[in-house]
């Protein structure tokens, strides 16, 4: 019985060479698959493969997207593993109309950058030119036409009521801000505050920068108040009430004219 157990040495080399055999061509299969990937990498990130290829500029209305991507210095040669996000957030953030931005990779070759403008309070009107107020006071170049986004500022001839006025702006709720078309300053003897203003829906307002933020926000109330048609001026200071004006001489002889040649 115990001579049937016994394996010849013959026997069992062969099988051990073809266990050893696998195993070498296994453990070789392996280190081709590593090699192939790292070449693959590295042919991958030195091609323009790896570049980006699509910058999407989202939430700008004042600067052109052209003027963000610059500002970024991402180019479709930046490689797209390269694009330090927060570092191009301090690059845009540098200019003057930015307040902030977010900046992001979509893979495989898109960056999206996301900013946040400063809010224009208004345009002041100098020599027929146009000077843009960010809510911080800073005032930009001059141009030719206002973007319309904001109220227009007229005969503000000193500074120091400009920046009150600039001021006064910045706490008004936009939702009132966007009624108003212009603001004269108009100062007068006893008080260098008034202002008048040109609202969109035809109304005259006479008011005073000095808590212009906390009497104006109450001007939609006001005009709900109103006959349809009326016309007249709107004072909001020491109190709030309206003061009916005549029909201009000039429509009413135009009127009378027109009924003559009838």
């Not at 069992?12 to 990937?37: C, D, E, H």
């Not at 996000?85 to 540098?94: F, L, P, V």
Request: charged share 25%; proline share 5%; glycine share 6%.
């Amino acid at each position: 019985m115990e001579e049937r157990k016994v394996v010849s040495i013959e026997e069992r080399i062969p099988r051990l060479k073809q266990t050893r055999k696998s195993k070498a061509n296994r453990r070789l299969i392996f280190y081709l698959s590593i090699l192939f990937v790292l070449i693959s990498l590295v042919i991958y990130l030195q091609s323009p493969l790896s570049h980006v290829r699509n910058i999407n500029v989202e939430g700008a209305q004042h600067i052109s997207s052209e003027e963000i991507t610059k500002l970024s210095g991402i180019t479709t040669d930046t490689n797209y593993w390269q694009v330090n996000a927060k570092e191009i957030q301090k690059q845009i953030e540098s200019h003057e109309q930015i307040n902030s931005a977010d900046v992001s990779r979509q893979f495989p070759s898109t960056v999206e950058i996301e900013v946040k403008e400063a809010e224009r309070i208004g345009y002041v009107m100098e020599k027929g030119q146009y000077r843009a107020i960010l809510e911080d006071g800073t005032q930009l170049e001059a141009t030719s036409v206002p973007a319309g986004d904001a109220p227009v500022l007229a005969g503000f001839s000193k500074a120091t009521y400009l920046e009150e006025m600039s001021k006064e702006l910045k706490e008004l709720p936009s939702s009132v801000a966007s009624l108003i078309s212009e603001i004269h300053w108009v100062p007068k003897e006893g008080n260098p505050y008034q202002i008048r203003l040109y609202m969109n829906d035809g109304y005259e307002v006479l008011a005073s920068i000095r808590n212009f933020s906390t009497k104006m926000p109450s001007y939609p109330s006001i005009v709900s108040q109103l006959e349809p048609g009326s016309h007249g001026i709107i004072h909001i200071d020491v109190g709030a009430y309206f003061e009916e004006l005549p029909e201009e001489e000039g429509s009413s002889d135009e009127e009378n004219t027109n009924e003559a040649e009838g």
